[in-house]
């Protein structure tokens, strides 16, 4: 349930944020994985984790505001799917925490297919309520779809596989999982003709430098 809200907050805000923005705002859930993992597992909490969480900030913040300091907006002047994404990064560090928890009682495959299963249900629940129509036929029209869904069940897979190993942490795997936005913020230039990529690229370095600091 956790999941699928942080997912329909996802999919309402990214429809409208440009691609670039919406990768580098994602990178916020960095934050509250440390915070959640801090207080609820009792992860260590030192110096270095907080100047890496002061730089991860710094470069969120750095990617919303203008020459001018004036908030960046987006296409229609709206900040409330800005909020959007916060809510879902939010709900999303909140399921990792639940991933690492359950990890110490199932194993990492098992945990995959309940998640799975319940997450079809809810959505087969939400399409029934908003009475929406399947169209089968968009599946060989546009192959990227089967390359998605793929990609997450791999990831998802490598995601569990790591939260059963007990080395690891809510916040290191966390962390390590922002470095993705330089492919969010390349493919928004290269296929959504995006602007202003060199400052993106510069706030993403900013947020990256302050992942390797705090995960030394």
């Not at 909490?45 to 908030?71: E, P, W």
């Not at 009682?105 to 309940?114: D, I, K």
């Not at 029209?141 to 490598?158: P, T």
């Amino acid at each position: 349930l956790i999941i699928f809200i942080a997912w329909m907050c996802a999919f309402s805000a990214i429809t409208k944020l440009p691609i670039g923005l919406y990768g580098i705002m994602d990178m916020s859930r960095v934050i509250f994985a440390t915070l959640l993992g801090t207080v609820v597992l009792n992860e260590t909490f030192t110096l270095r984790t907080a100047a890496g969480l002061a730089a991860v900030l710094a470069g969120l913040l750095l990617v919303n505001t203008q020459k001018h300091g004036s908030a960046l907006k987006t296409e229609n002047g709206s900040g409330r799917f800005i909020v959007l994404t916060l809510i879902s990064c939010f709900l999303s560090a909140c399921s990792e925490l639940l991933d690492k928890v359950l990890m110490s009682s199932l194993e990492s495959g098992q945990l995959q297919f309940w998640y799975m299963l319940f997450l079809t249900a809810l959505y087969l629940g939400y399409m029934l309520a908003k009475r929406m129509k399947i169209d089968f036929k968009v599946i060989f029209k546009n192959y990227w779809i089967i390359i998605l869904s793929l990609l997450f069940v791999a990831g998802d897979r490598a995601l569990f596989i790591a939260c059963a190993d007990e080395s690891s942490s809510v916040t290191a795997i966390t962390l390590i999982k922002q470095c993705s936005v330089i492919v969010t913020i390349i493919g928004g230039r290269v296929f959504f003709k995006e602007t202003g990529t060199a400052k993106k690229l510069i706030c993403a370095a900013v947020v990256i430098a302050g992942i390797m600091l705090a995960l030394t």
